[in-house]
C-alpha cells in the first residue's frame, strides 16, 4: 500500500481554484455517467473509463465481442452531451475518401465544393475498424492527432469535442486487417464491455421491452461545460514523484524481458492525462499513485508488442503490464 499523502493530507501545492477544477469536471462527468448508466446497464467503470477519454480529448478502443452495447456506449455518449454523432461501418472495399470526404465539382458555381464525410463529426463510431484495409484505416491518423483532415491539398479543422470510438471484434479474424501500431498508438484507452451478468441482462430485457431506452435520453451537459471540464483536467497537479513513477512505468515496459517494443512517450503522456482527470473525477484536484496504478493497463497494454518468444509461451501485453506495475517502485515514502 502506497504512503502517498492521503485525501486529509493535502499537498500544499493544491489551491482552492484546483479544488474548484475538480470540482467542474466531477459535475460533468457525474451527469454524463448517471445519463450513459440508464441505457449501459452494469458497466460503471467503462463507462467512467470512456468518461476519462471524453475529459482528455481522447480516442477510445472498445475491443469485444458483437452484440455487448459498443454503438449503444457511442450513442448515449453523444446524446448525453448533445453532440453530432456519426457511424462508419468499415468493409474492406471502404476507401478513405468515404471516410474524410471529397470534393465535387459545381457546374452553377464552376468551383469544387467538400462534402465532408462522417469523420466531419463530433462523436464518431468506427464500427469493426479492423476490416477495412491499412490504407483507409491511415485515413484516420491525420484527425486522431492533429484533429484535422487534409483533402485535395487542403485542411478542414474537425470540430471541438471530436473523439473517436472504434470498435474490434479480437475473436473473429477472417478477412480483417490488424491495426498499425502507430494507429493502436493514438488511442488513449482500450477497454472491454464484457458480457452483463444475469440480473443486469434481465434489466436489460425489461428496459427494451416497448422501446429501446436510448431514444429517451436528453442532453445532461451544455458544450460549454463539457468544454470547461476537458481544460479543468489539466490544471489538477502532479507531484513531481509521481511523474518520476509514470517515466518508470513507461520504461519498464521497454526493458522488459518478453517485449518486442514497448510504451512511446505517447503513452506517458496518456497515463499522465488519465490519471488527472480520474484524479478530478473523484473530487481531488492532485494526483496520487493510486490513479495511475488503476489505469496503466488500458493506456499502455495496447501499446506494447509482445515479443515472438513470449507469444509462444502465451504471455499477453497485459500480463507483461500487470508484471511491470507490481514490480515498479511506488513512490511515497520519501514524502512524508
Known amino acids: 500500500m502506497s504512503n502517498y499523502p492521503h485525501e486529509t493530507q493535502r499537498t500544499p501545492r493544491a489551491t482552492s481554484s484546483n479544488q474548484n477544477n475538480a ?73 478513405p475518401s468515404d471516410i474524410t470526404g471529397v470534393s465535387i465539382f459545381n457546374k452553377k458555381t464552376d468551383a469544387f465544393e467538400f462534402h465532408p464525410g462522417p469523420l466531419m463529426a463530433q462523436v464518431v ?49 477472417e478477412g480483417t486487417f490488424p491495426l498499425p501500431e502507430a494507429q493502436l498508438d493514438r488511442f488513449l484507452i482500450r477497454i472491454q464491455l464484457g458480457y452483463p451478468a444475469p440480473a443486469e441482462e434481465l434489466t436489460v430485457l425489461s428496459a427494451q421491452q416497448y422501446e429501446h431506452p436510448i431514444n429517451q435520453m436528453q442532453q445532461v451537459v451544455t458544450l460549454q461545460e463539457l468544454l470547461a471540464a476537458q481544460q479543468a483536467v489539466k490544471e489538477i497537479y502532479v507531484a ?47 494526483v496520487i499513485p493510486d490513479d495511475v496504478k488503476a489505469l496503466v493497463e488500458v493506456t499502455l497494454a495496447h501499446r506494447v508488442i509482445v515479443s515472438t518468444t513470449a507469444r509462444i509461451k502465451d504471455i499477453s501485453s497485459r500480463t507483461i503490464v500487470n508484471d511491470v506495475m507490481t514490480t515498479t517502485p511506488v513512490p511515497g515514502a520519501s514524502l512524508r
Open 23 to 95: 470540482s467542474i469536471v466531477q459535475y460533468v462527468a457525474e451527469r454524463i455517467a448517471q445519463s450513459v448508466g440508464q441505457v449501459i446497464i452494469g458497466k460503471r467503470n467503462e463507462i467512467r473509463l470512456t468518461l476519462l477519454g471524453l475529459l482528455c480529448k481522447g480516442h477510445i478502443l472498445i475491443e469485444d465481442i458483437p452484440g455487448t452495447g459498443k454503438t449503444t456506449m457511442a450513442k448515449a455518449l453523444a446524446r448525453s452531451m448533445g453532440c453530432e454523432f456519426s457511424r462508419m461501418q468499415f468493409t474492406p472495399d471502404m476507401l
Open 125 to 173: 463510431l468506427a464500427d469493426e475498424i479492423n476490416r477495412a484495409t491499412p490504407k483507409t484505416q491511415s485515413a484516420l491518423l491525420e484527425a486522431m492527432e492533429e484533429r484535422q483532415i487534409t483533402v485535395e491539398g487542403r485542411t478542414y479543422p474537425m470540430a471541438d469535442p471530436f473523439m473517436i470510438l472504434a470498435t474490434q471484434n479480437p475473436i473473429e479474424y
Open 240 to 286: 513531481e514523484e509521481v511523474k518520476r513513477y509514470i517515466v518508470d512505468l513507461v520504461n519498464a515496459t521497454r526493458t522488459h524481458p518478453d517485449v518486442y517494443l514497448g510504451a512511446s512517450p505517447r503513452g506517458s503522456l496518456a497515463l499522465f492525462r488519465t490519471s488527472q482527470a480520474r484524479a478530478a473525477m473523484a473530487g481531488r484536484d492532485y
